[in-house]
């Protein structure tokens, strides 16, 4: 089954998904070791604490994000990525935003909307929606705890902030969780843009199906790219 899955992976052609080049399964079925191509400037985490970029380009890695979660949510059955943080985004040469680690060494799930590549709730806590806490098979059936995560992503990435800043332990980061509390209220964005303020905040309804697709998403942040664009030529 994991081979199965792990050749329909190995299809999938984007320029901000990490391609799969290749794996590794032991004779008992028990490891599974991926290849890809090794990446020079690291995840995105460490590439914002080195880099230090614009503003601009902050939102252009964003926008190579959400490009790449697009196109796993629109694929057929959809792909959920299920552990969406900026340690598992890593920047190429060109310095382009790609999606990596899938989780495939560990399963690949079917479930009623498409192939999860997370295994079970073992993602990052601090991005965790609400759904996932009372997802008590584990079946991470839902495309959009991907949409909460990916808001949690742009948050860390605009503001050097991890989702719930103020929590310093999982006791405190679960209640807040479960309690429908966002990661961040959305004025802690430096910028005026009041259309990628709103659309963080749809990303963390507590209501799965009232939050915006991938695709939606890239619309917002291609309008946000270019008024930035705009300002950066005006000198605004």
């Known amino acids: 089954r994991l081979a199965r899955e792990l050749r329909v992976w190995a299809r999938l052609q984007h320029p901000h998904v990490l391609p799969l080049l290749g794996y ?8 599974a070791v991926l290849i890809s191509d090794y990446q020079t400037h690291g995840d995105l985490r460490d590439y914002i604490e080195q880099e230090n970029p614009s503003w601009a380009m902050r939102l252009q890695l964003i926008r190579d994000t959400t490009d790449g979660l697009a196109y796993l949510h629109g694929e057929n059955p959809p792909i959920r990525h299920g552990d969406l943080k900026t340690g598992n985004i890593l920047i190429n040469a060109k310095r382009q935003a790609m999606l990596a680690d899938f989780g495939l060494s560990k399963s690949l799930e079917d479930g009623p909307t498409g192939l999860s590549t997370s295994d079970g709730l073992k993602g990052t806590l601090r991005y965790y929606s609400p759904e996932l806490m009372d997802d008590q098979e584990g079946t991470g059936r839902y495309l959009t705890s991907d949409i909460w995560a990916w808001a949690c992503l742009a948050l860390e990435v605009l503001t050097d902030r991890i989702p719930y800043a103020g929590k310093n332990t999982e006791h405190a980061i679960i209640v807040a969780i479960v309690m429908g509390e966002p990661p961040s209220e959305t004025d802690c964005l430096p910028i005026p843009i009041l259309d990628l303020r709103l659309l963080l905040a749809k990303c ?4 799965p199906d009232e939050r915006p697709s991938a695709g939606y998403c890239l619309r917002i942040l291609n309008s946000a790219l270019s008024a930035s664009q705009t300002d950066d030529r005006t000198g605004t």
């Open 24 to 31: 590794y399964l032991d004779e008992n079925l028990k490891i």
């Open 204 to 207: 963390w309804s507590r209501e």
